[in-house]
């Protein structure tokens, strides 16, 4: 049966009133037929699986008493199953079946466990059960050889790393909305009358920005990073996304995760979670790690399996226990002491690994000709462990040795990665915010030196886009070839973000430090008056001064300090450069709008006017005899 077809045929039964077991039967036996010794699952079974789980969603868990024992089944024998891959992959998918198989399961289960408490308990110790399990398997067959020497360690790797690393990525993903995230994978299609094509409905294609923690740099693609800004809209097709990015998972996108304050109802308990993690870090041992690679290795290399994509496999495994780590720990507020310190050492492990994998930065010739991108991968490895860390560190000297090497990043130009930087930027910032100390001794100096001073990455980025039409070049001593956005819109997102941090910064530290903004503020407006805009660092200086002050008339809920930020930009316009006074124009536009006070917005809209004007009057006045020092003019 056509795969489409089979998940309209999902949805229609789940439309019917107590539909009968004979309809829902046609779909169930075509679903994987179990036995004690596992069974043979292709592209058919896949497929059947998902409309049986479609059906089961929407129809209101109808036939619960047949459907959860056949899936709590399935989970128990899914690794002692074979996986037949199709000779030609799908459009646009590179995971094994394996793969996709445990992580559209997975996603599956989670989605029931959300929503059918009677089913919940039952589902998560299966599937805990069944990645310890896994664990054991690959560990042991691994611990004997890491050749493929016979059978039973040819499936192992064949069958088993893959289904393990399908169920890292799905697991302890929940939907925060009505729409199930199996339903974003397979949505429901309305059919085109005028052909034989079909199309989505509007709401399931709409745009959807992610992170890891609050927002999205999608554009550059930077899947699994907790940046919060946004580079662009770029579309998404849920369809396709997780089955050709490798180690992609629902928790890299804001908008599909579960609230926090909501989590409590289907997190794990203490004891599930120990033994999840006690067998987890056992896959973050290096001499593990080796040995799954030369396996992975030895089967690309065999040719045996069709589409196999994976010629190292440790830095997918990697990226899957860190986003796993994160999205259950994220549910379980008040964890004790002991349990985050060994969370914050395997994560700090993975995070020094990953960051000297990343300055070897070894491609082999291979590697180019096989999906997995080892460096990307890395990159997203750290991304996700520096936000792993900022939640796992529990006292202000680990918090402060962690800002220092967030900074210490942040400074390093030889291996420039925006998406990298801005995670660090964002990290300092929530770092502030768990510890204002911290905040006020470190963090607020080092965001401002980057911004203000400013760091040299930025002046370099400036440069590079001047020079080469504003696009980033390899030959650049920049790292930058990877990213896919011009070198002046970096410039501009990593001021956003270096900005955004800052003022949460500040905000915090007011609790130990009342004088903090104030001081700053003073600070940044001195360079603001005396910066001549002569060279290209002091032009950037001046903007992103500008740029700051307006963001944290804003940001600060004080109408005082708003003020002074006020009058700064009216005695200062007309002073510097056209550039400059746009600019205020800008952000003086922003904090008219931004809802600070009536009496704030009148002056600000009073001043605007008069500038307006002004501009009116001049435009009528003979050539040389305009005096721009006129605008300078301070307003009631």
């Excluded at 199709?86 to 559209?104: G, R, W, Y």
């Excluded at 310190?341 to 990953?354: A, E, M, S």
């Excluded at 520096?386 to 939640?391: M, P, Y």
Aim: aromatic letters at 8%.
């Amino acid at each position: 049966m056509n795969n489409q077809i089979l998940h309209r045929l999902g949805y229609s039964l789940s439309l019917i009133n107590s539909c009968p077991w004979e309809k829902v039967s046609k779909i169930w036996l075509l679903c994987p037929k179990l036995s004690s010794t596992g069974c043979v699952i292709t592209n058919d079974e896949y497929n059947a699986v998902v409309s049986l789980g479609i059906y089961f969603l929407n129809s209101g868990f109808y036939h619960e008493d047949k459907i959860i024992p056949y899936l709590l089944k399935l989970v128990e024998q899914l690794p002692k199953c074979i996986f037949k891959q199709s000779k030609v992959a799908p459009k646009n998918e590179v995971i094994p079946l394996a793969e996709k198989f445990a992580f559209t399961f997975a996603t599956l289960l989670s989605d029931i466990a959300t929503r059918l408490e009677s089913a919940r308990h039952g589902i998560l110790d299966a599937l805990i059960k069944t990645i310890i399990n896994l664990v054991d398997s690959l560990t042991k067959t691994l611990s004997d050889s890491n050749e493929l020497d016979n059978q039973s360690s040819f499936n192992v790797y064949v069958h088993v790393t893959p289904l393990l690393i399908g169920y890292l990525r799905a697991f302890g993903r929940f939907s925060s909305g009505d729409t199930p995230l199996l339903q974003l994978l397979y949505p429901k299609m309305k059919p085109d009358y005028g052909g034989v094509s079909y199309r989505l409905q509007e709401k399931n294609s709409k745009n959807v920005k992610r992170t890891l923690s609050s927002g999205s740099v999608s554009s550059v693609d930077v899947s699994a990073f907790g940046s919060s800004s946004s580079l662009g809209n770029k579309q998404m097709d849920f369809r396709t996304h997780f089955f050709c990015k490798l180690g992609s998972s629902f928790n890299q996108y804001a908008a599909l995760t579960v609230p926090r304050d909501t989590s409590t109802s289907i997190s794990i308990s203490d004891g599930q979670l120990k033994e999840l993690l006690d067998n987890l870090k056992r896959l973050s041992n290096n001499e593990f790690q080796t040995n799954l690679d030369k396996a992975s290795l030895a089967v690309y290399n065999s040719k045996i399996v069709d589409n196999y994509p994976y010629r190292s496999v440790s830095e997918t495994v990697n990226l899957a226990v860190i986003g796993c780590f994160r999205e259950i720990l994220h549910s379980k507020p008040d964890l004790p002491a002991s349990f985050l310190k060994d969370v914050y050492q395997i994560v700090g492990d993975l995070f020094k690994n990953g960051s000297a994998e990343l300055s070897r930065e070894n491609r082999c010739d291979g590697e180019a000709k096989s999906p997995v991108d080892r460096y990307k991968l890395n990159v997203q490895l750290i991304g996700a462990c520096i936000d792993a860390l900022v939640w796992a560190v529990s006292d202000e000297v680990s918090a402060e040795s962690l800002a220092m090497k967030l900074v210490e990043r942040i400074q390093t130009k030889a291996q420039f990665e925006l998406p990298l930087h801005m995670t660090c930027l964002e990290a300092l910032g929530k770092l502030a915010e768990k510890f204002p100390r911290c905040s006020n001794n470190f963090i607020i100096g080092s965001l401002k030196d980057f911004l203000i001073a400013p760091s040299s990455i930025l002046v370099a980025l400036e440069r590079q886009a001047d020079s080469f039409g504003s696009s980033l070049s390899s030959s650049c001593s920049i790292r930058s070839d990877r990213a896919n956005c011009s070198a002046l819109a970096a410039v501009n997102c990593l001021c956003e973000a270096s900005v955004r941090s800052l003022c949460l910064a500040l905000k915090a530290g007011q609790e130990v430090e009342k004088n903090a903004t104030k001081a700053l503020i003073f600070s940044v407006s001195n360079r603001i008056i005396t910066n001549k805009e002569q060279e290209r660092s002091e032009v950037l200086a001046t903007r992103n001064s500008v740029m700051f002050l307006g963001r944290l008339a804003l940001s600060c809920d004080n109408e005082k300090v708003a003020d002074e930020i006020l009058s700064l930009f009216q005695t200062q316009f007309g002073s510097g450069s056209l550039e400059r006074d746009k600019l205020i124009m800008e952000q003086m536009g922003r904090m008219a709008v931004g809802n600070i006070g009536p009496t704030f917005t009148d002056s600000v809209l009073r001043f605007l006017t008069s500038v307006a004007v002004e501009g009116a009057h001049l435009s009528y006045t003979p050539p040389g005899t305009i005096d721009r020092k006129a605008l300078n003019r301070e307003f009631p």
